[in-house]
């Protein structure tokens, strides 16, 4: 929580979902300290992106979702240098990606239904649905699909475009990464057709993701929200979708190494998440260090603690 002092000078923000008052300052996250921890962590230089702001605030809203404020998301050049560092794309939606929050997903999608999947990457969701018309949106990977399916277009851009003509729309792991995550969402429940279904993967808070220390992954530009149960059911009502469920996704593949380093951290966070301090800085090398071990010579298990959500909500009639 914010000191006395801290607390007179903020101005609380609304909750992006509802635009109600912030319930509480979760932490004060220096824009300096983030940096070189994204520098020395992530091997990406986010300065001209976070600098600027000064200071970062956490704030949970009434609907239980996490945000930061300022919502400083990340550009492509972020996202190039970052993911090409971790390869994310191949293991998040390439054409052999293996996840449970797809498979999920893809029993909710019938026979012959239009797919709409908004932030695809490759592609990797079509695979788990052949019998569905697939369209993708992803503007830093459409150059490099062969079929052209995936399209060089935003989500704004599309529904705009062509309106609802989609039974199905998703959005895997993207909300959290956008600064005005309802925009973005209205936009996806614009592309489809009254009585069609919207699908959105998030990360889960609490979760193991969010146990580790000064875990840069967890904040911007990367990951400016995190989410609930509640705050995903709040945000289908704010949309005029009907909520149907709200999947707890376990850890697979692509969540590994973040599975062992939460196994292992000396030092498990709570209240508070960043911290400039050498005994949080060492918590991170070591549980990166012995994590990464781990995740040469073991499996995941088989159930694992869930690390996302999925929503399944039902535009109306």
């Not at 979760?26 to 091997?43: I, K, N, P």
């Not at 018309?133 to 990977?141: Q, S």
């Not at 995740?295 to 109306?316: E, H, I, M, Q, S």
Request: glycine share 8%; net charge neutral.
């Amino acid at each position: 929580m914010a000191d006395g002092a801290d607390a007179a000078e903020m101005t609380i923000p609304p909750c992006p979902i509802t635009g109600a008052p912030a319930r509480r300052c979760v932490e004060r996250l220096d824009a300096a300290f983030l940096t070189l921890l994204w520098r020395y962590s992530g091997r990406v230089d986010v300065g001209k992106l976070l600098l600027p702001a000064g200071t970062f605030r956490l704030w949970e809203s009434p609907t239980g979702l996490i945000f930061f404020d300022p919502p400083v998301a990340g550009d492509e050049a972020f996202y190039r240098a970052f993911y090409g560092e971790i390869a994310a794309h191949d293991k998040l939606a390439g054409p052999e990606t293996e996840r449970l929050e797809f498979r999920r997903a893809a029993a909710h999608v019938p026979d012959g239904a239009h797919v709409l999947d908004v932030g695809c990457g490759h592609g990797g969701f079509r695979a788990y649905v052949p019998n569905a018309t697939y369209t993708g949106l992803d503007p830093n990977f459409s150059a490099e699909d062969p079929t052209g399916a995936i399209l060089d277009e935003t989500v704004e851009a599309h529904a705009a475009r062509l309106g609802p003509v989609y039974d199905v729309a998703c959005a895997f792991q993207v909300i959290e990464h956008v600064a005005d995550p309802l925009g973005f969402a209205k936009a996806l429940a614009a592309c489809v057709k009254p009585g069609g279904l919207v699908l959105i993967g998030t990360p889960l808070w609490p979760s193991p993701n969010t146990t580790i220390p000064n875990f840069v992954i967890n904040a911007p530009p990367h990951h400016l929200t995190w989410w609930t149960t509640g705050a995903l059911e709040t945000l289908a009502r704010t949309l005029g979708c009907r909520p149907e469920a709200v999947h707890e996704i376990g850890m697979d593949r692509h969540d590994s190494l973040i599975h062992w380093m939460a196994k292992v951290t000396p030092v498990r966070c709570r209240d508070r998440f960043f911290r400039q301090t050498w005994p949080w800085v060492a918590a991170l090398a070591v549980s990166y260090r012995i994590g990464s071990l781990l995740d040469r010579w073991l499996p995941v298990p088989k159930r694992t603690r869930p690390n996302a959500l999925l929503l399944v909500a039902r535009k109306a009639s």
